[in-house]
């Protein structure tokens, strides 16, 4: 049958005279995003002629000339019919099929990833398709299970009851210290340049290290284009633009991504209590492949941000008149990667420029700017079932700092008041240099089942100190889709730059310590996954405030909670999740002291996230969350001090909760298709049956009664994006 099938298909159409005839050499490309359309098949007049190739392309030989009806079809696409007139041959004649109802996503969908403890892994369409994120794909993970964000405009992440400082972000493998904008309203990096985002909310392994909490492991787009591509998205509130084009030399191509804020011209300038931000991030990528070297990238990737505001506050008289804050940040890396992603060194050199200042009410400023250079090398050999990694990094980072402040808040410090605070003048210099090597092996003895185990070793030259992590975890496939994974170790965090600074903390505090445990199940069959898992963590030596050392290493508790989540694959044409967390996070401040709720405690969160594709031009998504509210510190009186000015007095820490928080986010896109691009006008609703959902409580200048601060009510937000 296969043999008379390809007698049919490589059979001329005609025997007419070789001089009288022509051929038909055609391109077939996804309508709207020229993707070439591999394996379609092309019938002329009726009979099976030819089939695609990875590029796209067929030919179709020994035609006579005149009028031939083509017809071009393939699996998830609407077949295309077409009437071509042939005098002579004809050279790449482009035919463009539409998606169908049931096709895959316009992103691309990436291989599936290997099943590990605590990590989810969401694509470009996973990320775009979660409503209300603006393109933040850090906003996006906020709909997984066991981690959440500080509130609707704070886009700061607590992870399984850390705080956001437990956690780091790498993108490419280059870490990325404080990826966000406005301490935390945005990340600065936008979903179209990501091509996948890795979180581990736990039990991560050892090539990660200096954080007790999650780890984001951001991927951006590594395709190599064939033609000058990209995508715009224009919205209320910023525009976009991602770019990618081969360069003239073989194997060079550049990927570059943009992004502005215009608050400041939207909003009214003068406008009192209100910070009008100006916000803006890149990402530039020149990459060199088929070298026989790797591949090769050398990138840059930053943000800068400003704010300026006319301030009165009710309720710190302290901070009056005009609010200044800029932060920015720029890194450039070299990076050299084995070609596939396969075996072999890897190496990354990267520095860091930032800079962060703050002018408050009358005389009050904090400066900070720290420079830095990373280095990382790494290998990885796989012999046989076995696959042993091992690599080394290390970080000199020099601090500026020049301040006249109050020191910020710690963890638990529910009695943090500005006005009533000790000011810092400080003009210091700062060099911090870390360093950590890494080993590791994975054991694979068969397919679904593996067990890799692995030490980490970090250490400074401030502490003198040298603390060695163990860490272990493993997969055991039990039956055909369904597998059990646990995941244990120590892991170490070295206490921020203000703990440690002159006047500002203590130089000889040491790293805190976390041991992660976990255990869990996963179960896949068709297009769905479903997974349960248990954690727990231990901690000890957090820094908390002391009153002779500033900070001293007395701090311990635990966090410990289940997961459970339900995921349809967005291959498929209704897709999404449903999650549930429970979770309990304590801390206890010293020795002998009571067990408390820390900050970042939330006993309970369900998410729902849902999408469908209506039509072939219309997709609906929606996304819902329920959680119990954050703890906060109550104020039950007040006093005064020798002046007459109020002094409050605080309740137990943590000992009232916010309300319960919920809220339904809905979004609608229509793309229309032409030849060579598509538009996405888009429509979201924000907070849909608009919850009154409260942010923070703060107090009246007296301390006689709360101020509730609400967050963002229901909001109508629209865009257009095109994709070319």
Same mark, same amino acid.
Request: proline share 6%.
């Given at each position: ?248 030399? @073989? ?157 910020? @808040? ?136 002391? @009153? ?82 954050? @703890? ?93």
């Amino acid at each position: 049958m296969a043999v008379a099938c390809a007698a049919v298909l490589a059979a001329p159409l005609s025997r007419a005279d070789p001089e009288a005839t022509a051929s038909l050499r055609g391109i077939v490309f996804e309508l709207g995003t020229r993707r070439p359309v591999a394996g379609a098949e092309a019938s002329v007049d009726g009979r099976p002629a030819a089939v695609t190739d990875d590029r796209g392309a067929f030919v179709v030989d020994s035609l006579p000339p005149g009028l031939h009806e083509v017809r071009v079809a393939a699996f998830w696409y609407e077949p295309l019919r077409a009437s071509v007139t042939l005098t002579r041959s004809l050279e790449g004649r482009p035919f463009y099929l539409e998606p169908g109802l049931g096709a895959l996503p316009e992103v691309e969908v990436v291989a599936r990833v290997r099943r590990e403890p605590s990590r989810q892994a969401m694509t470009r369409a996973e990320l775009a398709a979660v409503p209300a994120t603006a393109g933040d794909p850090l906003r996006a993970v906020t709909a997984l299970p066991g981690v959440s964000a500080a509130s609707d405009i704070d886009s700061n992440l607590y992870v399984r009851g850390g705080g956001p400082n437990d956690n780091a972000m790498y993108v490419d493998g280059i870490p990325a210290g404080y990826p966000y904008h406005f301490q935390g309203v945005a990340s600065t990096f936008q979903a179209d340049a990501i091509e996948t985002l890795s979180f581990y909310s736990g039990g991560f392994p050892a090539r990660f290290g200096n954080r007790t909490g999650g780890i984001f492991d951001l991927s951006t787009r590594s395709e190599v284009p064939d033609r000058f591509a990209g995508a715009f998205d224009v919205s209320l509130i910023a525009s976009s633009l991602v770019v990618a084009s081969p360069l003239p030399a @073989p194997g060079l191509s550049v990927f570059a991504a943009g992004r502005r804020g215009y608050f400041d011209f939207v909003v009214p300038h003068g406008v009192r209590d209100t910070a009008v931000p100006r916000y803006d991030d890149y990402l530039v990528k020149v990459t060199l492949t088929g070298t026989g070297w790797g591949v090769a990238t050398l990138e840059a990737f930053g943000a800068d941000d400003t704010a300026v505001a006319q301030v009165r506050s009710r309720t710190d008289p302290s901070v009056q008149g005009e609010f200044d804050w800029r932060h920015a940040f720029h890194v450039a890396a070299l990076r050299r990667e084995p070609a596939g992603g396969g075996p072999g060194l890897s190496a990354v050199l990267a520095g860091t420029l930032s800079r962060q200042s703050v002018d408050l009410g009358q005389g009050y400023f904090f400066n900070e700017s720290p420079e830095s250079a990373y280095t990382r090398i790494s290998g990885r050999l796989d012999a046989g079932a076995h696959r042993a990694a091992a690599g080394a990094e290390a970080t000199v980072t020099r601090h500026r700092l020049d301040t006249y402040f109050a020191r910020f @808040p710690s963890e638990g410090q529910g009695t943090y008041s500005f006005s009533l605070l000790t000011k810092i003048r400080s003009t210091s210099r700062l060099m911090e240099r870390q360093g950590g090597v890494w080993l590791s092996d994975r054991w694979e003895p068969n397919p679904g089942s593996w067990i890799e185990v692995g030490a980490r070793a970090d250490g400074d030259t401030r502490a003198r100190r040298v603390t060695p992590a163990p860490r272990v975890a493993g997969r055991i496939a039990v039956a055909r889709g369904l597998g059990v994974q646990a995941a244990g170790g120590l892991y170490l965090q070295p206490p921020q730059t203000l703990e440690v600074a002159p006047d500002w903390g203590n130089p000889h505090l040491a790293s805190s310590r976390a041991w992660h445990g976990i255990l869990g199940a996963v179960a896949e069959r068709g297009g769905w996954v479903a997974s349960v898992e248990a954690y727990v963590k231990r901690y000890d030596d957090l820094v908390t405030p002391d @009153p002779a050392a500033i900070y001293a290493n007395k701090g311990s508790g635990y966090a410990r909670g289940a997961e459970v989540l339900v995921r349809r694959s967005f291959e498929e044409r209704l897709a999404g999740w449903l999650g549930y967390a429970w979770a309990a996070s304590r801390r206890r401040d010293a020795p002998g002291g009571d067990l408390r709720r820390s900050d970042y405690d939330l006993p309970h969160a369900v998410t729902a996230v849902g999408r469908g594709r209506l039509t072939k031009a219309l997709t609906v998504s929606a996304r819902w969350r329920w959680s119990t509210g954050l @703890p906060y510190t109550p104020v039950t009186g007040q006093t005064a001090d020798a002046t007459g000015a109020a002094v409050p007095v605080f309740g137990a820490v943590n000992s009232r909760r916010l309300p319960a928080y919920h809220r339904l986010d809905l979004r609608a896109e229509y793309r229309v298709r032409f030849e060579t691009w598509t538009l996405v006008p888009y429509l979201e609703l924000l907070n849909a049956y608009d919850r009154r959902n409260l942010a923070t409580v703060v107090w009246t200048s007296n301390y006689s009664g709360e101020r509730r601060i609400r967050q963002l009510p229901r909001t109508l937000f629209f865009g257009l994006g095109a994709t070319f």
